[in-house]
């Protein structure tokens, strides 16, 4: 398998309405072709030294490289906690159609 351009980019917002608000943003100013927002995701982590069990969504993002740093400071610009998840995971395939697509986000 041959990586491509394309990236996925997992982000975790604390409710619906900071999920939506962050997903239109993206996709509006054309960082991102499409945000999928999952909901009842439960995070178990630890910060600043406390355990959290935390109710939140997961926006699933899918851009392209050469807009991923822009994509991810909107992100942190935008998004109300101190240190936002913005995970990027290479994509090393899938249908031509689609890939084509998403790069050519306006």
Do not use: F
Not at 52 to 75: C, F, G, N, Q, W
């Amino acid at each position: 398998m041959i990586e491509t351009d394309i990236r996925v980019v997992l982000v975790t917002a604390p409710d619906e309405e900071v999920g939506a608000r962050l997903a239109r943003s993206v996709v509006a100013a054309g960082l991102a072709a499409c945000v999928n927002r999952v909901s009842g995701v439960r995070s178990v982590y630890k910060w600043e030294g406390e355990l959290r069990d935390d109710a939140e969504v997961l926006l699933i993002m899918k851009t392209t490289t050469d807009r991923l740093d822009a994509l991810t400071s909107e992100v942190e610009q935008q998004h109300p906690y101190d240190c936002p998840e913005v995970i990027a995971l290479p994509v090393v395939g899938g249908a031509a159609a689609y890939l084509d697509w998403l790069r050519g986000t306006e």
